[in-house]
């Protein structure tokens, strides 16, 4: 086990983990942050999404080991009340089906929003190609990122 020191949602937190632990785990288990979800472990769903520094990150993908002082932002601090923009939004127009998926989700869009405030769909499409729903909810997704958007 090795000491880590992270910034996870503006905090400082402590941990001792194995250093190739991915951080999904990391902030699951140790943190009990769990609204960063476990989908497929090996890259492909997107339901790992957290932001490094604002950059949409796979959290499976992701040794403890490589995050150093990064700024680490999950679905629990995208927003003090839980009240960001994409999240009324999410709510306002029943986005979720399983709802499984959708704290990635909500963490890729809000990268999109901060870097272009009024996407187009193919923006939101391509942005969003890293996040998989078995619900197929991509509409709404696309929906609900646009009413945020507004
Ligand atoms: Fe990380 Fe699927 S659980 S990409």
């Known amino acids: 086990m090795t000491k ?9 937190k402590s941990l001792d983990v194995v ?3 991915p951080l999904l785990w990391a902030l699951r288990d140790s943190l009990d942050l769990s609204g960063t979800k476990y989908g497929c472990g090996v890259g492909q769903c997107g339901a790992c999404m957290v932001q ?5 990150t796979r959290s499976c993908m992701t040794p403890v080991s490589s995050v150093g002082r990064q700024k680490v932002t999950t679905i629990e601090g995208i927003d003090p009340k839980a009240a960001h923009p994409l ?3 999410w709510q306002e127009l029943d986005v ?5 998926c959708q ?3 909500i963490m890729s869009a ?4 901060k870097d272009n405030p009024n ?3 193919a923006d939101i499409d391509a942005a969003m190609g890293g996040n998989l729903c078995r619900c197929a909810t991509y509409l709404r997704i696309r929906a609900g990122i646009h009413r945020a958007a507004e």
């Open 110 to 113: 809000a990268a999109l929003l």
């Open 19 to 21: 250093p190739d632990t």
């Open 52 to 56: 490094i520094n604002g950059v949409p």
């Open 87 to 89: 999240q009324q939004a």
């Open 103 to 105: 704290a990635g989700q």
């Open 119 to 121: 996407p187009s769909d």
């Open 4 to 12: 880590y020191t992270l910034n996870v949602n503006g905090a400082t």
């Open 96 to 100: 979720p089906q399983c709802g499984y």
